[in-house]
């Protein structure tokens, strides 16, 4: 059964320009190296129409200035300020919940190296930690894994994770992602990750909406995910809108614990057929 008995939606185009948007990139806007097909010139018309955006992904392995750049040479202009990551909305979390915390990380250089950058003291003292914050990292190992269950077993830290992918899709099938070093964690230690804070978290639904800075009423999320990209937009009452270039085909939509507002084939459904025509909500 699907959200309120209601029949998940035919694929159609929402009815009006939104204030803000966010994008969910590979699988919405890219796949692999390549635009899907729309985005560029569907992008361009929402940044004329002065709209406000920003991209989105949970993958914590390249900078959101990476996938700024990435997006710049693909022909979409970005920059850092654009792209939300989770590490960003790890950052964002960190600074409201543990504001003064040392930071024991199973995560890549990379990560760590932007937490830091944020201020944030790390450590590899596991009995000096406040937190052990837990990412997709492709160095995890047994002392990685040794240091972070002393750290909470013993040391009463906290667990904080970016995202809860299971596995990361790959050309060749697929990587463990954060949810498999979280699990081997939590396991041995007996603690619980106090916050995972990707998408489809309520954690990273207000790094957007502070990011962009647009009332949640107004903005869009356009993704190819139920569960992590229109659950998000539903956490704080945005608009979830469904593109079908990506990982969920229409048939997996009926009894979908989650129900898009909008389902569209491709960014080149996302804007209206008549911008000027009177602005609709869905039922």
Do not use: W
Request: aromatic share 6%; hydrophobic share 40%.
């Amino acid at each position: 059964m699907s959200r309120d008995g209601v029949t998940p939606p035919a694929s159609r185009r929402p009815s009006r320009i939104y204030p803000g948007y966010v994008f969910d990139l590979d699988g919405t806007v890219y796949l692999g190296d390549a635009l899907l097909p729309g985005a560029a010139e569907t992008l361009s018309a929402i940044h004329r129409a002065g709209s406000r955006v920003v991209y989105v992904t949970n993958k914590p392995l390249q900078t959101a200035e990476d996938y700024a750049q990435k997006l710049t040479h693909l022909g979409v202009p970005a920059t850092r300020a654009d792209v939300v990551t989770s590490v960003d909305a790890l950052v964002d979390y960190l600074g409201r919940e543990h504001p003064t915390a040392t930071l024991l990380g199973v995560a890549e250089q990379s990560t760590m190296d932007e937490l830091r950058g944020a201020g944030f003291a790390v450590t590899t003292d596991p009995l000096a930690a406040q937190v052990v914050v837990v990412s997709f990292d492709r160095t995890f190992d047994y002392a990685k894994l040794n240091a972070a269950f002393r750290a909470v077993r013993y040391g009463g830290a906290a667990i904080v994770a970016t995202n809860p992918d299971p596995y990361c899709p790959t050309p060749d099938g697929g990587l463990p992602d954060c949810a498999a070093m979280l699990a081997a964690i939590e396991a041995c230690s007996g603690g619980r990750a106090e916050a995972v804070v990707g998408k489809p978290s309520i954690h990273m639904a207000r790094t957007l909406l502070g990011r962009l800075g647009v009332p949640a009423q107004d903005v869009a999320v356009i993704g190819d995910r139920l569960l992590t990209d229109v659950a998000m937009a539903r956490s704080l009452g945005m608009t979830g809108i469904l593109v079908l270039t990506g990982a969920t085909r229409p048939d997996s939509l009926a009894g979908a614990p989650v129900t898009p507002d909008f389902v569209i084939e491709g960014l080149g459904g996302l804007l209206p057929d008549d911008p000027g025509a009177p602005q609709e909500e869905p039922e």
